[in-house]
Nanobody, 124 residues
């Protein structure tokens, strides 16, 4: 089990960019498939992106494809979510989740470890 801490959220104007970080402790992040999910008030949790533990496979939700990019810095036990061309509908709390050698999945049920989240607010 790893402990996950997200950071990098904030308030940004539409069209702007943010980079979220997910730092893991208690395990080697290179062994973990990582997912990013978001949840806006009153709405269900939504899949954003996921990257396999090997880094070879990355999936994105259609709503963020071409705007968001997942990358890893295994030496820092960190996974990033670069978010460009942000839209007001991207406003949500963003959570990273991980599962050791888990499948690269859009389903939250495939992830065992979760961070507390970081708030992203995009103004119009």
């Amino acid at each position: 089990q790893v402990q996950l801490v997200e950071s990098g959220g904030g308030l940004v104007q539409a069209g702007g960019s943010l980079r979220l970080s997910c730092v893991a402790s208690g395990g080697m992040f290179s062994r973990y498939t990582v997912g990013w999910f978001r949840q806006a008030p009153g709405l269900e949790r939504e899949f954003v992106a996921a990257q396999s533990w090997s880094g070879y496979t990355t999936y994105y939700a259609d709503s963020v494809k071409g705007r968001f990019t997942v990358s890893r810095a295994n030496a820092k036990n960190t996974v990033y979510l670069q978010m460009n061309s942000l839209k007001p509908e991207d406003t949500a709390a963003y959570h990273c989740a991980a599962n050791e050698f888990g499948p690269t999945s859009a389903s939250a049920r495939e992830y065992r470890d979760w961070g507390q989240g970081t708030q992203v607010t995009v103004s119009s």
